[in-house]
């Protein structure tokens, strides 16, 4: 039986005979594949003619791979299939089976993909007076709307599943006492839901794959007049989106799409600036289970098994949508997110 040094020759002879223009074929036949992974979610035995392509290839100097964590164990995969090489190798140490590689974004090929890091697509409007109120007061209520948008969606802690502190300190005291109480005793006829206002996953249903959230939109200010008193309001629509996976399970790998349509009204109470949330996050999120309804979020994978409440009929909507309006609770998608 040959030793592993024996293998690794071999190997390097193998790639070798690959001739450049060959080589350069099967590296952007390779890169397609790996780009495509994350949107097609297929489970990943299904591309394991793809993969053994890509290690190949990047064995030979050619390219580079989406997760240099697996190379090895693809790698060993690869060598079970020639019989002539004999038994594949033990598992080298990550030294020894370290490639030359740079992620690829999970977000590749989405339209995500052009969108702003975290919070640097939350770009506010230019302040004006407004509905009565100066144009430093207009700032400051267009400040905190970015606050209140970064706490209910960019809070890592929040997302997975913790208390939204940042967010109950920035509500109304009026709204602060009820938002707690609807954390603890969710209730949608007499109380709040607290937790719909926040993108949050169910506790143990999923793990971050990327430490970058996308995000796009666009804030409008506005007036509208109530009891005779022009008000200002602010309206929100934005879009989060989120690489995750099932914890321990990288193949699972699903970009979370939450829209985040929301109104803040603004008035002056004698010398106090009043910012009101009237309504928020109520665009939904996708993919997502219809049959849990307990306000987390709980993402539907590649690999869940079929919603049973979902109507045949109905409309399907584009999760990348900012202008699609449906009034089902559960909706079917397009196309993959």
């Known amino acids: 039986m040959p030793d592993n040094d024996d293998i690794d020759q071999r190997f390097k002879t193998l790639t070798d005979q690959i001739s450049a223009r060959e080589r350069k074929r099967m590296t952007k036949i390779a890169e397609q594949e790996w780009a495509r992974q994350p949107r097609l979610r297929r489970a990943r035995r299904r591309r394991r003619a793809a993969i053994a392509v890509a290690v190949l290839v990047a064995a030979a100097g050619g390219f580079v791979v989406y997760r240099p964590d697996v190379v090895e164990g693809v790698r060993a995969s690869v060598f079970a299939g020639f019989a002539d090489f004999g038994t594949a190798p033990t598992a080298q140490s990550p030294e020894q089976a370290q490639v030359k590689a740079a992620d690829v974004s999970p977000f590749h090929g989405s339209p995500a993909q052009d969108y702003a890091d ?25 400040r905190h709307a970015r606050k209140l948008l970064i706490a209910s969606h960019l809070d890592r802690k929040v997302l997975l599943g913790g208390r939204p502190n940042a967010l109950i300190r920035l509500l109304d005291p009026e709204q602060r006492a009820p938002f707690v109480k609807g954390l603890k005793r969710p209730d949608g006829k007499k109380g709040y839901e607290s937790r719909r206002w926040v993108t949050s996953l169910a506790p143990k249903s999923a793990e971050l794959a990327s430490e970058t959230f996308k995000v796009n939109g666009k804030t409008r200010l506005t007036t509208f007049k109530e009891d005779g008193f022009v008000r200002v309001r602010i309206k929100v629509n934005y879009l989060f989106v989120y690489a995750i996976q099932r914890p321990g399970r990288p193949e699972t790998l699903t970009r979370l799409v939450a829209h985040n349509l929301g109104t803040l009204d603004v008035w002056r109470v004698d010398d106090r600036l009043r910012l009101w949330i009237v309504d928020w996050n109520g665009g939904g999120v996708a993919p997502a289970r219809c049959d849990v309804d307990d306000t987390f979020v709980h993402p539907f994978y590649p690999d869940s098994p079929a919603d049973l409440t979902l109507k045949a009929d109905a409309k399907a909507v ?3 949508s900012q202008e699609e309006e449906t009034n089902e609770e559960c909706s079917p998608l397009k196309s993959d997110t």
């Not at 109120?133 to 267009?142: D, H, I």
Request: no cysteine; aromatic share 4%; glycine share 14%.
């Open 118 to 142: 975290g919070a640097k697509g939350l770009v506010m409007p230019k302040a004006r007076a407004l509905g009565g109120l100066s144009r430093k007061e207009v700032s400051t209520a267009l």
């Open 318 to 320: 584009d999760a990348y």
